[in-house]
């Protein structure tokens, strides 16, 4: 069974970059036909994309955050993982990774990592 | 980007209820949509996807349909077990949430 486990500090100050790796268990993140996606959710909102990664290593960003935001994958830890930089407090969230396959949406999630950005 | 609106954004409704939430797209896709359920506290559970297929494990009661700029999901007899919150997403063009429908207990 595929399980993925979001991991990373859960304060970050003003201007600095959040960090946040997804490790993948029970499955290759070199898989072919998968990507694997960042997903956050800020208190009482709703859900927002931020962005994918191939297994070829093509990335995707959400426009709105393309600025700031880089995506990696690590094969020889089987992760992946999120820098998003000059973070604010709107960048505070429930920061979710994912997994969804070739022309399907998300279908494997990780529990959620929540990021506090304050001083 | 393809601009996803969900329709109602709150649902009172009862045990037994016929339950449809819609979501219109802001240009037409094709039929990559999905629809996730999500409870407090907890990631978001895929229930359906391309429009009307049902992901595995997921009771019959639930159903989607729709095509173009304008998806359904519909749940034909409301259990306690669905009070939560639904999202549409689409998939044809990176990746869009609508911005969510909260199923209350009328």
């Known amino acids: 069974q595929l399980q993925l486990q979001e991991s990373g500090p859960g304060l970050v100050k003003p201007s600095e970059t959040l960090s946040l790796t997804c490790t993948v268990s029970?499955?290759?993140?070199?898989?072919?036909?998968?990507?694997w996606g960042w997903i956050r959710q800020p208190p009482g909102k709703g859900l927002e994309w931020i962005g994918t990664?191939?297994?070829?290593?093509?990335?995707y960003y959400s426009p709105s955050l393309k600025s700031r935001v880089t995506i990696y994958v690590d094969t020889s830890k089987n992760q992946f993982s999120l820098k998003l930089s000059s973070v604010t407090a709107a960048d505070t969230a429930v920061y979710y990774c994912?997994?969804?396959?070739?022309?399907?949406?998300?279908?494997?999630w990780g529990q959620g990592a929540l990021v506090t950005v304050s001083s | 980007d393809i601009q996803m609106t969900q329709s109602p954004s709150t649902l009172s409704a009862s045990v037994g209820d016929r339950v449809t939430i819609t979501c219109r797209a802001s240009q037409s896709f094709n039929n990559w949509l999905a629809w996730y359920q999500q409870k407090p506290g907890k990631a978001p559970k895929l229930l359906i996807y391309k429009a009307s297929s049902l992901d595995s494990g997921v009771p019959s009661r639930f159903s989607g349909s729709g095509s173009g700029t304008e998806f359904t999901l519909t749940i034909s007899s409301l259990q306690p077990d669905d009070f939560a919150t639904y999202y549409c997403?689409?998939?044809?063009?990176?990746?869009?949430f609508g911005q969510g429908t909260k199923v209350e207990i009328k």
């Open positions: 990664i191939y297994y070829s290593g093509t990335t």
């Open positions: 997403q689409q998939y044809h063009s990176y990746w869009t």
């Open positions: 029970g499955g290759s993140i070199s898989s072919n036909n998968y990507y």
């Open positions: 994912a997994r969804g396959e070739s022309s399907s949406p998300f279908d494997y």
